[in-house]
């Protein structure tokens, strides 16, 4: 059985908090600092990620994989909870979601990234992007990984990025990311269509985007929004697809009154 490293925080209903790629559970820090008065916060350290372990199995990695660790969470067991999830973190709580089902007040999506969709419906230019972002990912792990590194950092923080970095800020972004290479199975192979996350997900599932995000995401919501009228959507306006981390001031306050709104009595 697989370890989990989490930390849980606050009181109240229980919230599970599912980081992005090249992140982890303290990505999640100034949401429970400033509202573990209202809520009991558990945020997870993926596979490969804090003292979770790396990914050693020789078949490709699921989104399930991933799900599997929210079930060795002791304080979980039995009860319903609620789910945010960014980025790859979304994907994950996608299928944690449809898993626990009536056990899930309420669904909060930042950016997922279930890449597989774009193939899946016919969005063949974003996904031509997706194909060079795992290229990058796959070719050049042992050979050239600071290659890259920075080709992943540019893309979703935007161009120059990297280099604006210091060297170890460079260094350490360079550790975090390696998870991500066994990420891609999890987010390529999924097989779901996309009218059964429109039935089997909760119907109070709150979609936040940004409007200056990259082409990949962009196109995602594009076919949330048209697929899944029930759900709740908020366009930020700035903020890209890193805005809860780099502009926790506007993304937290929505998580949380989402989160007041829409918990079951």
């Not at 849980?8 to 949401?31: C, D, I, Y």
């Not at 697809?241 to 709104?261: F, G, K, W, Y």
Request: proline share 5%.
């Amino acid at each position: 059985m697989q370890d989990v490293d989490y930390f849980e925080s606050g009181t109240g209903p229980k919230v599970v908090l599912l980081h992005s790629s090249a992140s982890s559970a303290n990505q999640w820090r100034t949401l429970i600092e400033n509202f573990s008065d209202k809520f009991n916060f558990i945020a997870l350290n993926l596979i490969g990620y804090g003292k979770t372990p790396t990914w050693k199995n020789d078949h490709l990695q699921s989104l399930f994989d991933q799900v599997a660790l929210i079930e060795k969470i002791p304080t979980l067991k039995d009860e319903t909870f609620s789910i945010v999830g960014h980025s790859f973190g979304g994907s994950v709580a996608m299928k944690a979601a449809m898993h626990f089902g009536d056990r899930i007040n309420n669904l909060i999506l930042l950016e997922p990234n279930p890449f597989y969709l774009l193939k899946q419906e016919g969005r063949l230019g974003a996904f031509e992007e997706v194909l060079l972002l795992q290229h990058y990912i796959k070719s050049y792990f042992k050979n050239d990984w600071e290659k890259a590194v920075s080709f992943f950092a540019n893309y979703w923080n935007g161009k120059g990025s990297w280099e604006k970095l210091s060297e170890h800020q460079k260094e350490k972004f360079s550790i975090i990311l390696k998870p991500n290479l066994f990420e891609w199975g999890a987010v390529m192979n999924e097989t779901t269509p996309l009218e059964v996350w429109q039935t089997k997900l909760p119907k109070k599932t709150f979609l936040i985007q940004a409007r200056d995000t990259v082409k990949t995401i962009r196109e995602l919501n594009e076919l949330f929004i048209l697929n899944c009228p029930e759900w709740t959507f908020k366009t930020l306006e700035l903020g890209g697809h890193m805005a809860p981390t780099t502009h926790p001031q506007v993304v937290n306050p929505l998580i949380i009154n989402s989160l007041m709104r829409d918990q079951k009595p």
